[in-house]
């Protein structure tokens, strides 16, 4: 069983904000880094550290994190930002890795 | 820029071992403070970790798999490998190799390879 919870859908109307969550006791000490996959493609790193976006992400892409939970945002979703949503941290062990079950975000 | 591509059977029997490989191009495998991670994910269903293998050579597995799992490194081929034994169905997969930017400020999987199908048949 995955240590990092996730909503398994949410839905959001073209051009407004969604919140993806993600909890569990590890994020209390790591930050979460946060994945997009569409279907047939690999994952791509979006979000890393505190609120870090890799070269290429939109910035309409953020995060934040408080206590146990790390959320993704997206401000102003784009019919383009419809994919699944992973996060991933280290355990509480903190030397391995797990993610969180992947959030299907659907813009309307 | 560094590129990274799975390769391996794409179907292996029960009972047997599934062997991928990654070829690292663009940069070396044993550049320091490099991770090299091993992820999967079953038909519909969500990404799994199965493990790292360091610049070093040092490993850390996923408890569910630590047993069936092992990862080795050859720098001469800037390659590193994922073996997996006794396999059964359950073990159909997409997996992808990924670099992994453990213990750094970025901490994730900031590259990854685009995936190779395996299915366990017989």
């Known amino acids: 069983s995955s240590e990092l919870t996730q909503d398994p859908a949410v839905s959001v109307a073209l051009g407004q904000t969604v919140r993806i969550t993600c909890q569990g006791d590890?994020?209390?000490?790591?930050?979460a880094t946060w994945y997009q996959q569409k279907p047939g493609q690999a994952p791509i790193l979006v979000i890393y550290g505190k609120n870090n976006r890799p070269s290429g992400i939109p910035d309409r892409f953020s995060a934040s994190d408080s206590g146990n939970t790390a959320s993704l945002v997206i401000t102003g979703a784009q019919a383009e930002d419809e994919a699944d949503y992973y996060c991933n941290s280290r355990d509480k062990s903190g030397e391995q890795r797990v993610f969180g079950g992947g959030t299907k975000v659907t813009v309307l | 820029q560094v590129q990274l591509q799975e390769s391996g059977p794409g179907l292996v029997k029960p009972s047997e071992i599934l062997s991928l490989t990654c070829n690292v191009s663009g940069g070396s495998v044993s550049s320091e403070r490099n991770y090299w991670s091993w992820i999967r994910q079953p038909p519909g269903k969500a990404l799994e970790w199965i493990g790292y293998i360091s610049n070093t050579g040092s490993t850390s597995y996923n408890p569910s798999h630590k047993s069936r799992v092992t990862m080795s490194l050859d720098t001469s081929k800037n390659q590193f490998s994922l073996k997996l034994s006794t396999v059964t169905v359950a073990d159909t997969a997409m997996y992808f190799c990924?670099?992994?930017?453990?213990?750094?400020?970025?901490?994730?999987?900031?590259?990854w390879g685009q995936g190779t199908m395996v299915t366990v048949s017989s």
């Open positions: 990924a670099r992994d930017r453990f213990g750094d400020y970025l901490d994730g999987f900031d590259i």
């Open positions: 590890s994020l209390r000490m790591y930050y």
